[in-house]
């Protein structure tokens, strides 16, 4: 019991320090959001079927990181999110004026992940770049959906 | 040496009856022009190391034809001519005025096909269309290149 309330406590330690790098790793993106993103990787998407698909450019600051399986992976991820949710904009500052949609529809960034509702794409983006240690951004992307 | 010629003149014969076909399919092209192209396939084509990427729409007219072998690789040629030649336009006819550069530069249809040089993209297209028997049509296409 005793044994059972130290691993309790112990894991309340363990979640406030994983907490507090989590909000450090924030903070280091936010600092790093004004470097250049000049490396990174094109990847592509295509749905089974062949009726819908999105390439996506994906930048970070050196080929090193361009070449980790996290980078590699997330720019998977985010074809995948373009081919299936169809955004029309990277970031909610694009959207035009007169347009009423909500940004979690229409915008990239602030769409729920796909494979993660409880997450935003923005929100997974920012914790790669903790992970990685740069500054990691979508610069651009297309979508082809057939007859569209 | 008889046999020899014998058989020269067949091969000529064959040349003849390939070259009637050839443009019989091409006529049925032709005609065939005017039809819908609803069916199809988006592809899509990443060169190695991520640096540059395409995606391509097919059309056809039946799904039936989409799913084919010769249409699929037609449309795997296609967007890995996209994604190394970069051109601007699908066809010469939409060239801007003012824009000097030579059709075989900048649109796909008149760029020499990367994997034969002997034919333009538009002619590889023509033969697919006469051995499917449908209209088949590039209808748009998107590239990305990294920091480009």
Known sequence: ???KQTLEAN????DKAAEALRLQGFAQVSKRSGR????GLIEAYV?????VAAI????CETDFVARTTEFKELAHDIAMQVAAMGPEYVDKSEIEEGDSRPA????????PFIKDNSSSVEEVIQEIAAKVGENVRVLRFSRLALGE
Chains 1, 2 share one sequence.
């Open 56 to 59: 996506v450019e994906l930048g």
């Open 104 to 111: 979690a529809q229409v915008s990239l960034l602030q769409q």
């Open 36 to 39: 250049e993103t000049k490396e």
């Open 11 to 14: 894991q309340g330690d363990v």
């Open 47 to 51: 749905h089974t079927g062949g009726r």
């Open 1 to 3: 019991m005793e044994c």
